[in-house]
C-alpha cells in the first residue's frame, strides 16, 4: 500500500551511539519532515525539506541532522544519542501545497536511549 | 511560548452523547487548522480540517469550528462512539503566508475516552 514507512519500529541505544531512523514514502511527496513526540509535549518538528536537496530546521533540531538526496528518503540521523532523545519519532509527508489533507504520518520508530 | 494550545489533556463521555474537544492559538497569522485522531503504537491520521475563510466544517460525525476572533476552534463528534476513543491533536499552519513554509504547528493532545 501507498504510504510513508519507517524502520525500525523499536530500537534501544547506549549513550553515544549513532544511528539512522529510515523514512521511505511512495507517494512523490515533495514535502517531508520529522516530529518526535514526548509524553505531554505533543508532536514537535524537529527537520523539514520542501525536495531534494533541500532541507531545514524545526523547533527542536539539535542532535539530528538529516539530508534529502532523493524525493522518496528522508532520514534522520543521531550522531551521539543522549538519554534526553528517548521519544517516538514520526516521518510525515505531504505534497509541497498539501491544501485540505495535511500530512500523511508513518507508523513512528519508538526510541530508547540508555 | 505554545502556539497551539490544547488545555484538556483528558475527556471522558458516554457512547451516543457529543465529544467536544477544544483548542485556542496565539499566533494570528495561522490560517490553517486541522485536526488529527491518533491511536496507540500508530502515526496520527488526518481528520478534518479548516481554513481561515470559514467558520464550519462538516464531515460526517465530525464537525470543526473556527472563530477567529477569539482565537478557538473546537471539534465535536456526534453521535460519540467507543471507536473514537484515541488521542487528538489539534494542528496549525500559516500555509497562505508561507511565513513557516506551512510547516503543522501541534498542541499537546486531548485523549478522549467514550464508554460504552
Known amino acids: 500500500n501507498a504510504g510513508v514507512t519507517q524502520t525500525p519500529k523499536f530500537q534501544v541505544l547506549k549513550t553515544g551511539q549513532s544511528m539512522t531512523l529510515q523514512c521511505a514514502q511512495d507517494?512523490?511527496?515533495?514535502?517531508m519532515s520529522w516530529y518526535r513526540q514526548d509524553p505531554g509535549m505533543g508532536l514537535r518538528l524537529i527537520h523539514y525539506s520542501v525536495g531534494a536537496g533541500i532541507t531545514d530546521q524545526g523547533e527542536v533540531p539539535n542532535g539530528y541532522n538529516v539530508s534529502r538526496s532523493t524525493t522518496e528518503d528522508f532520514p534522520l540521523r543521531l550522531l551521539s544519542a543522549a538519554p534526553s532523545q528517548t521519544s517516538v519519532y514520526f516521518c510525515?509527508?505531504?505534497?509541497?501545497?498539501?491544501?485540505?489533507?495535511?500530512?500523511?504520518f508513518g507508523s513512528g520508530t519508538r526510541l530508547t536511549v540508555v | 511560548d505554545q502556539q497551539v494550545k490544547q488545555n484538556s489533556p483528558s475527556l471522558s463521555v458516554q457512547e451516543g452523547r457529543i465529544s467536544i474537544l477544544n483548542c485556542d492559538y496565539t499566533?494570528?497569522?495561522?490560517?490553517?487548522f486541522l485536526w488529527y485522531k491518533k491511536y496507540p503504537a500508530e502515526g496520527p491520521t488526518f481528520l478534518i480540517s479548516?481554513?481561515?475563510?470559514?467558520d464550519k466544517n462538516e464531515d460526517g460525525r465530525f464537525t470543526v469550528f473556527l472563530n477567529k476572533s477569539a482565537k478557538h476552534l473546537s471539534l465535536h463528534i456526534v453521535p460519540s462512539q467507543p471507536g473514537d476513543s484515541a488521542v487528538y491533536f489539534c494542528?496549525?499552519?500559516?500555509?497562505?503566508?508561507?511565513?513557516?513554509?506551512?510547516?503543522?504547528?501541534f498542541g499537546k493532545g486531548t485523549k478522549l475516552s467514550v464508554k460504552p
Open positions: 510525515a509527508s505531504s505534497p509541497f501545497f498539501w491544501g485540505a489533507d495535511g500530512y500523511t
Open positions: 479548516i481554513s481561515s475563510i470559514k
Open positions: 507517494m512523490n511527496h515533495e514535502y
Open positions: 499566533n494570528s497569522m495561522f490560517d490553517y
Open positions: 494542528a496549525a499552519s500559516d500555509l497562505l503566508y508561507g511565513g513557516s513554509q506551512g510547516n503543522l504547528i
